[in-house]
């Protein structure tokens, strides 16, 4: 029989098998999607974090507590707390005469809470932050203004409260000069920020901006910062500030050259790399467990091809009893298996995309600078895979219709 015979059959014997057909693939359409909306929402989210950095600009230095190595994430980032970054740290390399090249300098802390007016209230993170925020994040105040450096070294209790806040609140009402209170301490309200929408995966639009000082002493008991950024004046100092930044440090822990640092200086490029790194081992773990799938899913072909050939063994023998040879028996069961994990394979990516699609319009709609993307060494990895699983899983019920003795299974019941 011809390939194109054996086609048309393996097409007949489908067709006249929906439902089974249907439920042998089932499994493979599921493990396929699942590894297409993996990857793609993966890939979303990476776009979220490069796009967070493209906005904030190339020329920024980031500073963590505790040590890290070079190629991984710092601790904080996986929520370690550590102590050894202070705001006196930050604020001697500020205006410093080894450090030309700074302009601007904000260690930053933060907390939530619930926020309170009159009766509205809100639940809220509160970011402790240096009164030169505006010009390192290149952003603006909405109404009203940014507190002052005089605020943030006398410990004010003010705050700059986000455009979500605000509407919280105030609804239409203007919030300048109002007193909100962060859990329990009273603070007057000097500006609103204009909307800045979502960076990362945090809503800066939630966000109220206190004084760093105020936030450590007032707000969370604390003398450390969680990391701080520090504004170049040209990205091309950035190698040559860094290095002079990490001396400064050490002097100022009293580490010397060559022992353990217990701090980590990043550029946006590095702490760019380092993020990625750790959505790149989620997106491999969790498309390794979609993986799983596959495999069960072929298995699961492969024990109703089994049922199958059971089924057909007078058919089987009545081909052979005609001429057919054990290599066209093998090749129609093992092209049946093929076209059966193929068909899924499409079904699954079509399912996979149409998911992946969706997931990128309500990561949109809820703001996130998310791109809708579909590598496409995804689809061609399902593809092949659920080609190969077909041949693999395929391979065991046709070698078994093979070896059928026509004499036995033209008696067979």
């Given at each position: 029989m011809r390939l194109k015979d054996n086609f048309k059959t393996t097409l007949k014997i489908i067709n006249q098998n929906r439902i089974r057909s249907f439920l042998t693939m089932l499994g493979i359409i599921i493990g396929i999607a699942g590894v297409i909306v993996i990857i793609s929402a993966g890939t979303g989210a990476q776009s979220v974090i490069i796009n967070q950095v493209k906005s904030q600009g190339s020329n920024l230095i980031s500073i963590f507590p505790g040590s890290a190595d070079e190629e991984g994430p710092p601790a904080s980032v996986f929520g370690i707390v550590i102590t050894t970054l202070t705001y006196d740290d930050i604020y001697a390399l500020k205006d410093n005469p080894r450090l030309p090249y700074v302009e601007n300098v904000s260690p930053y802390v933060q907390g939530t809470d619930r926020v309170t007016w009159e009766g509205h209230e809100a639940d809220a993170t509160f970011v402790g932050v240096s009164h030169d925020l505006l010009d390192i994040e290149s952003t603006n105040v909405k109404s009203g203004q940014f507190f002052t450096e005089d605020d943030e070294r006398s410990l004010q209790r003010v705050a700059v409260i986000g455009s979500d806040i605000k509407k919280d609140l105030f609804g239409d009402e203007s919030p300048i000069g109002k007193r909100i209170k962060i859990g329990k301490h009273n603070f007057q309200v000097v500006g609103e920020m204009t909307e800045r929408g979502t960076s990362g995966f945090t809503n800066q639009d939630k966000q109220i901006y206190v004084p760093v000082t105020t936030a450590q002493k007032l707000l969370l008991g604390i003398n450390h910062v969680s990391f701080a950024r520090i504004k170049i004046r040209n990205e091309q100092y950035i190698d040559k500030s860094m290095d002079e930044i990490k001396e400064i440090l050490r002097e100022r822990h009293d580490i010397n050259m060559g022992e353990p640092v217990?701090?980590?200086?990043?550029?946006?490029?590095?702490?760019?790399?380092?993020?990625?790194?750790?959505?790149?081992?989620?997106?491999?773990?969790?498309?390794?467990?979609?993986?799983?799938?596959?495999?069960?899913?072929?298995?699961?072909?492969?024990?109703?091809?089994?049922?199958?050939?059971?089924?057909?063994?007078?058919?089987?023998?009545?081909?052979?009893?005609?001429?057919?040879?054990?290599?066209?028996?093998i090749m129609q069961f093992l092209l049946e298996t093929i076209l059966i994990t193929l068909l899924a394979g499409i079904i699954g990516i079509s399912l996979g995309v149409g998911v992946s699609f969706g997931v990128a319009q309500i990561a949109q709609y809820l703001g996130f600078d998310w791109n809708f993307s579909v590598p496409l060494y995804s689809v061609i990895l399902s593809t092949g895979v659920s080609g190969l699983i077909g041949l693999i899983f395929g391979f065991i019920p046709a070698q078994k219709a093979g070896k059928l003795n026509p004499i036995e299974a033209l008696q067979y019941e």
């Open positions: 217990d701090f980590d200086v990043r550029s946006q490029t590095d702490a760019l790399d380092a993020l990625l790194s750790i959505t790149d081992a989620i997106k491999f773990f969790l498309t390794a467990i979609a993986g799983i799938s596959l495999i069960v899913g072929g298995i699961g072909i492969m024990n109703i091809m089994l049922v199958a050939v059971q089924e057909r063994i007078r058919e089987i023998g009545l081909r052979k009893a005609v001429g057919a040879k054990r290599y066209q028996i």
